[in-house]
């Protein structure tokens, strides 16, 4: 009989907010975190009442929906990688820059969701992407934690292997 009744709690926990359910962290305070220590890994942490493999699951269809979709991706140069284990306890989302023959190369970004007591603790930060992507990223990820699930609709164009030095000179 335990089951049923724990099944019953998860049940109504997710079915009324007011009680500490809800499908997102809109009324959740977002908490970010200055990592200044290092070169420029960026980190922003904020908090959701979804378990980790849920909070994947919406924000990582977000992901992959206006970042990496066929027709016209924003992050083109870039690779989509997650590791997710069987229990769902705890999820990575990776953004890689694209190698040789579109596998994954250097890690340049990643999401964190790990289970914190009955919350879902969200962690980006920023590897080695450039600055003016990574905060386009981040204001995508704040927008779709929010709720609102609209894609940008235009990055700079900065490609993951270019250098400011690596011109393209006309022949």
């Not at 997710?14 to 200055?34: I, K, N, R």
């Amino acid at each position: 009989m335990p089951k049923v009744q724990s099944w019953i709690a998860l049940a109504l926990l997710l079915l009324l907010p007011s009680c500490g359910g809800g499908s997102g962290s809109a009324d959740v305070p977002t908490a970010a975190v200055d990592d200044t220590t290092g070169a420029t890994q960026a980190k922003t942490a904020s908090v959701s009442r979804l378990k980790p493999l849920d909070a994947y699951v919406i924000l990582g269809g977000d992901i992959k929906r206006c970042w990496f979709n066929a027709n016209k991706p924003l992050l083109p140069d870039y690779v989509y990688r997650a590791d997710v284990p069987a229990d769902g306890s705890k999820v990575l989302i990776t953004i890689h820059d694209r190698a040789n023959l579109g596998r994954a190369g250097m890690s340049t970004y990643a999401i964190d969701f790990k289970q914190d007591g009955v919350s879902t603790i969200v962690t980006t930060e920023n590897r080695k992407m450039p600055p003016e992507i990574a905060e386009r990223m981040q204001a995508d990820i704040n927008r779709w934690k929010l709720g609102d699930a609209t894609c940008s609709v235009g990055w700079p164009k900065v490609t993951a292997a270019a250098k400011p030095e690596q011109a393209a000179v006309p022949r």
